[in-house]
């Protein structure tokens, strides 16, 4: 392709101490090895005929590849194939170093705002006393107020299965009394030997 339609270097911007090494990790188009590369640039796209996205570029502009990536040299960047399945694929003409970053950039972005559900788990017997209620109590309003679900349940242990309405009665009591933190996001429900029950945090206003 290159011998077909010739390319004027990109200027260098930042020459530094890596420059060298730089250099020699890019082709003349610019761009790095093709094992490193998300998407295809360049000759690398098989397609014979791409949409061509990009700043300066017209609205829904179809070309055979070899005219698409001439056009890309001729603005001194590179053609990326972004949308390889979309029929014709859509590629955007754009400095890929820089689209590489910007991509990064939103990866990371996206990354930040997605939220780790947390879910600590509280065991209590059908007859728990007052001082390990209390005690357990506590260390659910922390891990409410950290964000954390509280997956509060009680075990029973052999014969004790004959208290399970006890068990239901203390788990209700549990929400009851963590009610300004916390809504009951599963009722206690028995499950073999476990009875279980969710809390999740309350938003904040």
């Given at each position: 392709?290159?011998?077909?339609?010739?390319?004027?270097?990109?200027?260098?911007?930042?020459?530094?101490?890596?420059?060298?090494?730089?250099?020699?990790?890019?082709?003349?188009?610019?761009?790095?090895?093709?094992?490193?590369?998300?998407?295809?640039?360049?000759?690398?796209?098989?397609?014979?005929?791409?949409?061509?996205?990009?700043?300066?570029?017209?609205?829904?502009?179809?070309?055979?590849?070899?005219?698409?990536?001439?056009?890309?040299?001729?603005?001194?960047?590179?053609?990326?194939?972004?949308?390889?399945?979309?029929?014709?694929?859509?590629?955007?003409?754009?400095?890929?170093?820089?689209?590489?970053?910007?991509?990064?950039?939103?990866?990371?972005?996206?990354?930040?705002?997605?939220?780790?559900?947390v879910v600590k788990e509280i065991r209590f017997g059908p007859q728990t006393d007052d001082h390990d209620y209390n005690f357990k109590l506590k260390h659910a309003e922390n891990f409410l107020k950290e964000g954390a679900k509280v997956k509060a349940y009680v075990f029973f242990r052999g014969r004790s299965i004959v208290f399970k309405e006890q068990g239901e009665i203390l788990l209700l009591r549990f929400a009851n009394d963590l009610e300004e933190l916390a809504r009951v996001e599963l009722m206690p429900k028995l499950d073999g030997k476990k009875m279980n029950m969710i809390l999740a945090p309350k938003s904040k206003k």
């Open positions: 392709m290159a011998g077909q339609f010739p390319f004027r270097p990109r200027p260098q911007q930042t020459p530094g101490n890596n420059q060298q090494q730089n250099n020699q990790q890019r082709d003349p188009r610019g761009r790095r090895p093709q094992q490193e590369n998300p998407n295809r640039i360049n000759d690398e796209i098989t397609a014979p005929t791409v949409r061509v996205v990009g700043e300066n570029v017209e609205p829904n502009l179809v070309l055979p590849i070899k005219e698409a990536i001439h056009l890309a040299d001729e603005m001194e960047l590179d053609l990326i194939e972004i949308s390889p399945k979309a029929d014709p694929p859509v590629c955007r003409i754009a400095d890929y170093q820089k689209f590489l970053y910007q991509q990064k950039k939103k990866a990371k972005e996206i990354k930040a705002k997605q939220v780790k559900v």
